[in-house]
Each structure stands twice: as structure tokens, then as C-alpha cells.
């Protein structure tokens, strides 16, 4: 296990160092830089302006050593201004965060605690199984933006029940749970199929072992022998699916938090990209790529723990 970490977190940071110098390189070579948004910006700005702003933000100087200049600073702890925010790049990063972490990882725990719960009940009667696959089918063919609105109408404009979106003006638990409900509820049934889908096939595969029969001739309860015996061994497809969209915690729902009007990371690493922010962009593109990755470990570990025959 401990070479597994190890080995995991190595590979880890040449990815990171890779993907950091290949965005840096993609974003070098796009049309413009921030020097030439502020002369279209300001006309009254000079080639002498310009070229006084270039130098006093480094951007004389070779693609290659900005980005050695960026990495030592990062290193250092040092991440930079955010040009479209005039503040640093941290301060406007770890807000987005935060509130994509609280919609996406609700969502992700309803997603995944009630398609287990449906995969469970579809593989223990088999009668029930075509109905988990119908709800399954519905759930992950109906758009996220449709299903959105949807949800806007019925329950914020016909019945009035619910804010159709932004964030709320206290800091109220039962107030957040408001403006939280309907981005939630549009997350989660999407992602739900997935784990209904896995879950009930790991389950009757399980189901049909020779220990589970040895189990139910013991006299066990079906309750039992589903969650004791069966579920731990169909449980690793279903941490494997719920490590890979752990990275949408990070990278947010960029859709969904437009329809909702809800400031996140999604609509941030779009903002960054479009708008030449280097340093937001590449902060916010490493950390996803950074949780995803963490995510994957952390996966694996379980399983490991979960079946120890893998990590033979």
C-alpha cells in the first residue's frame, strides 16, 4: 500500500508540472495578452505605454522563463494577481471553490446514496429490475439545462416554493438549503443513473455467488445478507465511478451554475481562460486536475481495503 502511495504521488506531480507547462504554452500562443485588452480598453494608452507594461509584468520576456518565473513563485507560495479581478488570484479562487464544493459534493452524496439504494432494490427483486433501468434511462438521457429549468418553473415560478437561483442574503442554514435545492436536485437526478445502473449489476453478479447462498442457507436475514455479504464486494465499481466525478467538484457544473446564477468554479475557469488571466486560469485548471487525481488515490485505496486480493 505504502508503495502504492508513494509511486501515486509522484506521478502526481510530473502530471501536474506537465499539464501546468502545456496550458501555460496554449495560453501563451492565444491572440492578445492583458497589455492588449488595456489598449483596446483605453485608447489614450501609447506603443511606449504598452511597452512599459510589458516589462513591468515580465511580458518581454521568453514564454519559456515566465513560466519557470510562475513555477518558482507557486512554489514559494506566491500565486499571483488575478487581472480580471485587480486582486489575487487566491482570493477570488477559494470563494469559487467553496461554493462549488458545497452544491456539487450535496449532489454527489444524494446521486450516489440513492442510486445505490435503487441499484440495491432492483437487484434483490428481480421484478423491480426493469424499473430501475427504465428510471436509470430517463434520468441520464434528460439534459441538465431542460431539467434545470423545469425545476425553475414548476417549483419557483408556478408554486413559489423555492428561489429560483443566486445565493442568499443571510448566512442562514435554512436559507441556504433554499437557494441550494433546485441546483442540487438538477445535479443529482442526472448522476444518479449511473450508480443505480452499477450498482444493481455489481449486486445481482454478487447475489449469485455460492457465499451468498451459503449465507441465506445459514438462516440470515435478506437484509443481511444484501448490505453485510454482498454490498462490500459490489461496492468497488461504484467507488471507482464516484473517485472519477470527484474532479466535478472542483471544475465545477458550468451549465447548471449559469442557469441557477450561482458563482462557482465552472463559470471562473471559463471567465480565466477567455479573459487571458494566467494566473486564475492555471490555478484553477491544477487544482481540479489535483482533486481528480487525489480522488483516483484515495479510490484506490479503498478498494484495496475493500478487496485486499488487489493489492496482491
Known amino acids: 500500500m505504502l508503495r502504492l502511495i508513494l509511486g501515486r504521488l509522484v506521478q502526481i506531480a510530473v502530471t501536474l508540472a506537465v499539464l501546468s507547462a502545456a496550458t501555460w504554452l496554449v495560453m501563451g500562443l492565444m491572440p492578445g495578452d492583458p497589455v492588449?485588452?488595456?489598449?483596446?480598453?483605453?485608447?489614450?494608452?501609447?506603443a511606449a505605454d504598452a511597452a512599459r507594461m510589458r516589462a513591468l509584468h515580465g511580458l518581454d520576456r521568453p514564454l519559456h522563463e515566465r513560466y519557470l518565473a510562475w513555477v518558482a513563485a507557486v512554489l514559494g507560495g506566491e500565486f499571483g494577481h488575478s487581472r480580471l479581478f485587480a486582486v489575487p488570484a487566491a482570493q477570488v479562487l477559494w470563494p469559487a471553490v467553496g461554493s462549488t464544493l458545497v452544491l456539487l459534493g450535496c449532489a454527489l452524496v444524494l446521486a450516489a446514496?440513492?442510486?445505490?439504494?435503487?441499484?440495491?432494490?432492483?437487484?434483490?427483486?428481480?421484478?423491480?429490475?426493469p424499473a430501475v433501468d427504465g428510471t436509470a434511462i430517463l434520468a441520464q438521457?434528460?439534459?441538465?439545462?431542460?431539467?434545470?429549468?423545469?425545476?425553475?418553473?414548476?417549483?419557483?415560478?408556478?408554486?413559489?416554493?423555492?428561489?429560483?437561483?443566486?445565493?442568499?442574503?443571510?448566512?442562514?442554514?435554512?436559507?441556504?438549503?433554499?437557494?441550494?435545492?433546485?441546483?442540487?436536485?438538477?445535479?443529482?437526478?442526472?448522476?444518479?443513473?449511473?450508480?443505480?445502473?452499477?450498482?444493481?449489476?455489481?449486486?445481482?453478479?454478487?447475489l449469485g455467488a455460492p457465499y451468498i447462498r451459503t449465507a441465506r442457507m445459514k438462516g440470515l436475514p435478506e437484509s443481511a445478507v444484501?448490505?453485510?455479504?454482498?454490498?462490500?464486494?459490489?461496492?468497488?465499481?461504484?467507488?471507482?465511478?464516484?473517485?472519477?466525478?470527484?474532479?466535478?467538484?472542483?471544475?465545477?457544473?458550468?451549465?447548471?451554475?449559469?442557469?441557477?446564477?450561482?458563482?462557482?468554479?465552472?463559470?471562473?475557469?471559463?471567465?480565466?481562460?477567455?479573459?487571458?488571466?494566467?494566473?486564475?486560469?492555471?490555478?484553477?485548471?491544477?487544482?481540479?486536475?489535483?482533486?481528480?487525481?487525489?480522488?483516483?488515490?484515495?479510490a484506490d485505496i479503498a478498494q484495496r481495503l475493500i478487496d485486499p486480493r488487489l493489492s496482491r
Open 141 to 206: 438521457s434528460t439534459p441538465t439545462f431542460w431539467l434545470g429549468i423545469l425545476l425553475v418553473i414548476l417549483f419557483a415560478v408556478e408554486l413559489g416554493w423555492l428561489p429560483a437561483g443566486g445565493l442568499p442574503d443571510d448566512r442562514g442554514a435554512a436559507e441556504a438549503l433554499r437557494f441550494l435545492a433546485l441546483p442540487v436536485a438538477t445535479l443529482a437526478i442526472g448522476n444518479l443513473a449511473g450508480y443505480a445502473r452499477h450498482a444493481m449489476a455489481a449486486m445481482q453478479a454478487e
Open 36 to 46: 492588449d485588452l488595456a489598449l483596446m480598453a483605453d485608447p489614450n494608452l501609447t
Open 113 to 129: 446514496g440513492g442510486g445505490v439504494l435503487l441499484g440495491a432494490w432492483g437487484a434483490a427483486r428481480s421484478g423491480a429490475a
Open 226 to 298: 444484501l448490505w453485510r455479504h454482498a454490498f462490500p464486494n459490489a461496492a468497488i465499481p461504484v467507488v471507482t465511478i464516484l473517485a472519477l466525478d470527484a474532479g466535478a467538484l472542483v471544475s465545477g457544473a458550468l451549465i447548471t451554475e449559469q442557469i441557477f446564477a450561482r458563482p462557482g468554479m465552472g463559470k471562473l475557469i471559463y471567465d480565466a481562460v477567455m479573459g487571458n488571466d494566467y494566473n486564475l486560469a492555471l490555478l484553477a485548471l491544477l487544482l481540479a486536475a489535483l482533486v481528480t487525481m487525489l480522488a483516483t488515490l484515495a
